[in-house]
Structures are given as structure tokens and as C-alpha cells.
């Protein structure tokens, strides 16, 4: 047990599946786990642990933001033994090819700020994903009828962004879609040397203004939760 976590010795998997809201978290695995039990509800934040083709896996929220994200993946690695952390969320698509519905796995993830930036000083780490996950999730998306794009994404600080103009220098910039957490989640599995990747569908596109629906969101992330789960076991 730690703060945020209630969850007893043994009850948290080595992979961990990592949405921000915690009724994602909660959808999940009862729809994706075998067995699933609750072992987190500190502060709302929904944990459950089940099996997965009779494999253990944890879903925990993470909250939103990266702040939030840090300290639950803090807890999870240092405190549980996490060592394979999946960001499965939605994200906003920003490049004219990036549809509503598709999957973007991120290579890279920009940021302006982060929880760790005061550890680098005046150096701009660069946060990337683990290449064996991405690999496989990767080949895991292409046996799926869904449409995948692979490259960099931008982990925003703000979610009510004033800034088009920094905007405008992602889409410039070859940037696929901006989310909030996954910046922090790459630069904290280097730090203790676990695997990381965010798994992402995209719910709306900041270029034409579309939006899933909230009754459409669910059922739209099936294959990215399918997606994750193939990776961490591939």
C-alpha cells in the first residue's frame, strides 16, 4: 500500500495498463480480463487486476495530466514492481491524414513541460517509446482493420491550450496528435529502466473540429486496449 494506492502485496501485475479516466480503467477489465478484482479505489482512481490469456495484468488510472501520471507510475514501478507500463487514452489528431478512430502509437513524445524537466537543467531529453512494445503493437494494429500511424506525438501541459501558434509548429513539425500524459511515462521507464509505450485513439482532430461523441468512445477504443494487451505478451 502507498498513498495513492491501496492495493496490497501481490495484488499489482508487472504489466500495467495505464488509462486516465478510471472508468475507462474500470471498462476495461471487465471487458477485456479474466477474473478482474478491484484493488485500488483510493481517491476514485480505479485499479483491477485480472488475467489476460492467462496472463496477469493490472488496469490502473493514472489520472489526467502528467503530474497526476507521475505519481501513480512512480508508485507502480518503485513500490509494486511494475516494469511494463501501457498508456491506452485518447488523443487529439493533428495532421490532415489522422482520422477519428484511428490508433497512433508514439515513437516520441515533445513536451514543454514536464515533472521530470527540473532533473535535466538546461538539456531537452528526448522521451521515447520501447522498441520491442512498439514493434509489436505495430504488427498487432496491422492485423486489424484500424487505421495506424506510427511517429511522434506532443504531451501537452494544458489541456485549454491558448497557443496556436505552437500549434501551427506541430503540425509543421510532423507532430500526429497531442495527449497529456505520455511524455512523463517515457521519461520515468528510462529512469528505472522499464518498458513504455502509449497506445492512443484519436477522439477529435484540433485541425477540422470533429469529435467522437461520449456514447461513441468506448465503444471506438476496443482495438487499442486489444492492441496493448498483444504487445506487453508478444
Known amino acids: 500500500m502507498t498513498i495513492h494506492i491501496g492495493a496490497a502485496p ?47 495484468v493490472t488496469i490502473q488510472g493514472s489520472g ?12 507502480l514501478i518503485r513500490d509494486f514492481g511494475a516494469k511494463t507500463l501501457i498508456r491506452i487514452g485518447s488523443c487529439g489528431g493533428m495532421q490532415p491524414q489522422v482520422k477519428l478512430r484511428d490508433v497512433i502509437l508514439a515513437m516520441t513524445a515533445t513536451t514543454v513541460g514536464s515533472p521530470s524537466q527540473s532533473m535535466f537543467r538546461e538539456m531537452n531529453f528526448a522521451p521515447v517509446a520501447d522498441w520491442s512494445l512498439l514493434q509489436a503493437a505495430a504488427k498487432a494494429a496491422q492485423s486489424r482493420e484500424v487505421g495506424l500511424h506510427v511517429g511522434g506525438i506532443y504531451s501537452s501541459d494544458t489541456f485549454y491550450d491558448e497557443r496556436p501558434d505552437l500549434n501551427e509548429q506541430m503540425v509543421r513539425h510532423g507532430i500526429l496528435g497531442v495527449e497529456m ?3 512523463e511515462l517515457y521519461t520515468l521507464a528510462a529512469r528505472y529502466q522499464c518498458r513504455a509505450l502509449a497506445v492512443l485513439t484519436v477522439s477529435d482532430h484540433l485541425g477540422t473540429g470533429e469529435a467522437l461523441p461520449s456514447d461513441q468512445r468506448e465503444r471506438s477504443f476496443g482495438d487499442m486496449v486489444e492492441i496493448a494487451l498483444e504487445a506487453a505478451f508478444s
Request: glycine share 12%; aromatic share 10%; charged share 20%.
Open 64 to 75: 489526467m495530466g502528467m503530474p497526476s501520471l507521475s505519481i501513480y507510475a512512480n508508485e
Open 10 to 56: 501481490g495484488d499489482i501485475a508487472e504489466t500495467v495498463l495505464m488509462p486516465g479516466d478510471p472508468y475507462r480503467a474500470k471498462w476495461a477489465a471487465e471487458n477485456f480480463l479474466q477474473s478482474p478484482r478491484l484493488i485500488n479505489e483510493v481517491r476514485g482512481m480505479l485499479g483491477y487486476t485480472g488475467t489476460w490469456n492467462g496472463n496477469p
Open 181 to 183: 500524459e505520455a511524455a
